[in-house]
């Protein structure tokens, strides 16, 4: 994808954000502007704000006379350049840097959540997906996320232990899905 490639050397694409064609685009550098400035025909890069609740960069839109909810710029972004579309937890946009501030479009990726969760437990203090060791109780313990909810799955003096709970846990959610033919 070109604008991806020009996102790296700081070349800046604009496109329409789909829920607000004409009215607002997002650059692949992470900018938004608005098409229709307070309404007076002239286009204007929105201030970004750091959301508190998810310590994100978002802005403020507006349609039809009225402010939708504070949107994330890196959602923003993923929505017009990676065609991504919100599906609850199915599919989530992956900072690759894993800065929550980098909203350049060579930095996003769309993934699994659970890969997504892998990667971020990955990072953590076991070399196994689900494992992570807690220090002020000297022992694994082994979690997993389904629909939205983490699972605990318990506490283990071995980490291969805790890595064969996540396992098996993840085999029991695979085979209780319905197949389609």
């Excluded at 978002?58 to 006379?65: A, H, M």
């Excluded at 991504?84 to 769309?110: F, R, T």
């Excluded at 983490?150 to 709970?165: I, N, Q, R």
Aim: charged residues 25%; glycine residues 6%; hydrophobic residues 30%.
């Amino acid at each position: 994808m070109i604008a991806k490639v020009l996102s790296r050397i700081g070349i800046e694409v604009w496109k329409d954000i789909p829920e607000y064609v004409g009215l607002y685009q997002v650059s692949n550098l992470g900018n938004v502007r608005s098409l229709n400035y307070l309404k007076q025909g002239f286009v204007k890069e929105l201030k970004k704000y750091i959301n508190s609740g998810s310590g994100r960069k978002s802005v403020s839109l507006c349609k039809n006379g009225k402010v939708s909810t504070n949107q994330n710029v890196y959602v923003l972004v993923a929505k017009a350049f990676l065609n991504h579309k919100s599906c609850g937890h199915k599919l989530v946009v992956d900072h690759i840097d894993n800065n929550a501030l980098n909203d350049n479009l060579y930095n996003l990726q769309v993934i699994t959540q659970r890969k997504n969760i892998s990667k971020s437990i990955k990072n953590s203090t076991s070399k196994y997906t689900g494992v992570s060791k807690k220090t002020k109780e000297k022992k694994w313990t082994a979690q997993i996320q389904v629909n939205g909810k983490v699972k605990h799955l318990g506490y283990f003096t071995d980490e291969k232990k805790a890595s064969e709970a996540y396992q098996n846990e993840l085999k029991k959610i695979n085979e209780s899905k319905p197949t389609t033919l």
